[in-house]
T-cell receptor, first 115, second 111 residues
């Protein structure tokens, strides 16, 4: 079975601070995807990134960056110079590449950026 | 292009009534998923459709829940004899290759 743990339930920072959201996963499968989704107050889940288990390259997209480390089973997400619009609940998720690819989600981290 | 759409956006029903929730996936996406988001259980998988294959119903919580997908496109999730614990946001997602894109969800409230 797969499991995703987001230990940080809530984080609150002041605008322009950097913030890192932690994600730790468990799976016995060797081929899988890892995802981050954003859920703003409107409620819709917005796809941010997908990484394959065989590609440990870190990725940067503007103010967002992701650190994937198989050795520690972690897929952390950093927002640099945070903005109020980054306030949302962020979910980390895992799916096995074979079969249904159903997503297993972490419990989410509620991020609040204060002006 | 158009994203995943769901209707209704909100549904209030009385305990014991049946409800139908609809999902329109992104055009061309062969896979369709239903998830449920509730305060106590977080985000959990319900059912998966892929083309003409038999659906994966392993996440359905009881036999009161069923779903169908007609013509490989629109899907309907039906909950019979609703219970208060069915209150949640029901999310639909579709995908072509690996990444699932979600609709805005249907908030179901059972009184």
């Amino acid at each position: 079975a797969q499991k995703v743990t987001q230990a940080q339930t809530e984080i609150s920072v002041v605008e322009k601070e950097d913030v890192t959201l932690d994600c730790v996963y468990e799976t016995r499968d060797t081929t899988y995807y890892l995802f981050w989704y954003k859920q703003p107050p409107s409620g819709e889940l917005v796809f941010l990134i997908r990484r394959n288990s065989f590609d440990e390259q870190n990725e940067i997209s503007g103010r967002y960056s992701w650190n994937f480390q198989k050795s520690t089973s972690s897929f952390n997400f950093t927002i640099t110079a945070s903005q109020v619009v980054d306030s949302a609940v962020y979910f980390c998720a895992l799916s096995i590449i074979q079969g249904a690819q159903k997503l297993v989600f972490g419990q989410g981290t509620r991020l609040t950026i204060n002006p | 292009g158009a994203g995943v759409s769901q209707s209704p956006s909100n549904k209030v029903t009385e305990k014991g009534k049946d409800v139908e929730l609809r999902c329109d996936p992104i055009s061309g996406h062969t896979a369709l998923y239903w998830y449920r988001q509730s305060l106590g259980q977080g985000l959990e998988f319900l059912i998966y459709f892929q083309g003409n294959s038999a659906p994966d119903k392993s996440g359905l919580p009881s036999d009161r829940f069923s779903a169908e997908r007609t013509g490989g496109s629109v899907s309907t999730l039906t909950i019979q004899r609703t219970q208060q614990e069915d209150s949640a946001v029901y999310l639909c997602a579709s995908s072509l290759v690996g990444t699932q894109y979600f609709g805005p969800g249907t908030r179901l409230t059972v009184l």
